[in-house]
């Protein structure tokens, strides 16, 4: 299966600014997805990021908010802007394993906004 | 993808076997079972995943009811390492499925007992 490699692990970062996560996978991949876990909470899809299109977001995220690249294949950035304490979550990419429907996790960016 | 049903919480004696239950009443023909878990902190880990018969890997076994509306994930020999968010997730399991969007519900808290 494939392996995402997902930086920065953590950071801390002053309200009302902005950061980028950054998601590498070691095989070509179709889609990615990126996904929020708020404290104590379960997953939630923010958008799909498909190579040579724009993301797919789910209702309740916008692009303006959270910015996606997709510049190939293997690779895939989600921007938090203009951060707030609300915006302190975890961060995921995840790709499809691409056998029986099964899905990778990245290991998951640890944002603290203050 | 169908909505999957689990308790919020359960403890297991280490060494013990962990039952966890999930119901899926919605599921479809062509919609397989699949079953994460996330060890605090980290991104999701895929365990193991079946249609409608049992299933069993090195990480557990999977069971399937006849009418596929439930199943039950079998940690035969539970750790410590073991305690974790244990996902049910239901889903169209071909290749293609691998561009559908995964919904994560809230999941059971396994906590194993020394």
């Known amino acids: 299966s494939a392996v995402i490699s997902q930086k920065p692990s953590r950071d801390i970062c002053q309200r009302g600014t902005s950061l980028t996560i950054q998601c590498q996978v070691d095989s070509q991949v179709t889609m990615m997805f990126w996904y929020r876990q708020q404290p104590g909470q379960s997953l939630t899809l923010i958008a799909t990021a498909n190579q040579g299109s724009e993301a797919t977001y789910e209702s309740g995220f916008v692009i303006d908010k959270f910015p996606i690249s997709r510049p190939n294949l293997t690779f895939s950035t989600l921007t938090v802007s203009n951060m707030s304490p609300e915006d302190s979550s975890i961060y995921l990419c995840s790709v499809s394993t691409g056998w029986s429907g099964g899905y990778t996790f990245g290991s998951g960016t640890r944002l603290t906004v203050v | 993808d169908a909505k999957t049903t689990q308790p919020p919480s359960m403890d297991c004696a280490e060494g013990r076997a962990a039952n966890l239950p999930c119901n899926h009443s919605?599921?479809?023909?062509?919609?397989?079972v699949y079953w994460y878990r996330q060890i605090h902190s980290q991104g999701p880990q895929y365990i193991i995943h079946?249609?409608?018969n049992n299933e069993t890997n090195e990480m557990a076994s999977l069971i399937i009811t006849e009418d596929r509306k439930s199943s039950t994930l079998i940690l035969p020999h539970a750790t410590l390492r073991d305690t974790a968010v244990y996902y049910c997730?239901?889903?169209?399991?071909?290749?293609?499925?691998?561009?559908?969007?995964?919904?994560f519900g809230t999941g059971t808290k396994l906590q194993v007992i020394p």
């Open positions: 919605t599921i479809s023909g062509n919609e397989y």
């Open positions: 079946g249609l409608k």
């Open positions: 997730i239901v889903r169209v399991g071909s290749y293609s499925g691998g561009y559908q969007k995964v919904t």
